[in-house]
T-cell receptor, first 112, second 114 residues
Framework: DAKTTQPPSMDCAEGRAANLPCNHSTISGNEYVYWYRQIHSQGPQYIIHGLKNNETNEMASLIITEDRKSSTLILPHATLRDTAVYYCIVRPSTGTASKLTFGTGTRLQVTL | SAVISQKPSRDICQRGTSLTIQCQVDSQVTMMFWYRQQPGQSLTLIATANQGSEATYESGFVIDKFPISRPNLTFSTLTVSNMSPEDSSIYLC???????????FGSGTRLTVV
């Protein structure tokens, strides 16, 4: 699976947009970009995924660059409950290679 | 997406003993996984639990230490054998979600070995 690089930590004021970057320069054509988050003492939670088009759901937006070598997760109006570790993962859509391999993630701290 | 029940949620065990962790999914799933999360660290995949065959272990993990069962498409167990304090971690079960919507995780088992 392609390796991802994320900043170790970020701060965001409550109510502001949180933009979390991820580099995945070795991504293959059949690999999707997935984002998960882990709130303290809980299991990871799926947020969003995409292949090459930008995606939006009720939780977040995912912006993938045209060359697919990087992406940004956007939480449009961060709240204190969004404080968590966010993981960017790339993997094939199906098959035995589609296990999730977690990197170190970005620890997002949302403050008042 | 699938809902996972994992138990026990936490346990304190004596060194040298074994603990079996159970993972129950509310729907049939093809793939189930077991992860370990050591204090302050990210998640590390232990193995893929295969239904009807032996689990597939990642580098650094062996069947004698972490035997896994997968008797059907909704249930799996992980045993942590001959425990030492270094095994103190959170152990998480994961199952394939629907379609491309990623994987669902249990809430984890917090294990402390004394």
């Amino acid at each position: 699976d392609a390796k991802t690089t994320q900043p170790p930590s970020m701060d965001c004021a409550e109510g502001r947009a949180a933009n979390l970057p991820c580099n995945h320069s070795t991504i293959s054509g059949n690999e999707y970009v997935y984002w998960y988050r882990q709130i303290h003492s809980q299991g990871p939670q799926y947020i969003i995924h995409g292949l090459k088009n930008n995606e939006t759901n009720e939780m977040a937006s995912l912006i993938i660059t045209e060359d697919r070598k990087s992406s940004t997760l956007i939480l449009p109006h961060a709240t204190l409950r969004d404080t968590a570790v966010y993981y960017c993962i790339v993997r094939p859509s199906t098959g035995t290679a589609s296990k999730l391999t977690f990197g170190t993630g970005t620890r997002l701290q949302v403050t008042l | 997406s699938a809902v996972i029940s994992q138990k026990p949620s936490r346990d304190i065990c004596q060194r040298g003993t074994s603990l079996t962790i159970q993972c129950q999914v509310d729907s049939q799933v093809t793939m189930m996984f077991w992860y370990r999360q050591q204090p302050g660290q990210s998640l590390t995949l232990i193995a893929t639990a295969n239904q009807g065959s032996e689990a597939t272990y990642e580098s650094g993990f062996v069947i004698d230490k972490f035997p896994i069962s997968r008797p059907n498409l909704t249930f799996s167990t992980l045993t942590v054998s001959n425990m030492s304090p270094e095994d103190s971690s959170i152990y998480l079960c994961s199952a394939e979600g629907q379609g491309l919507y990623g994987y669902t995780f249990g809430s984890g088992t917090r294990l402390t070995v004394v």
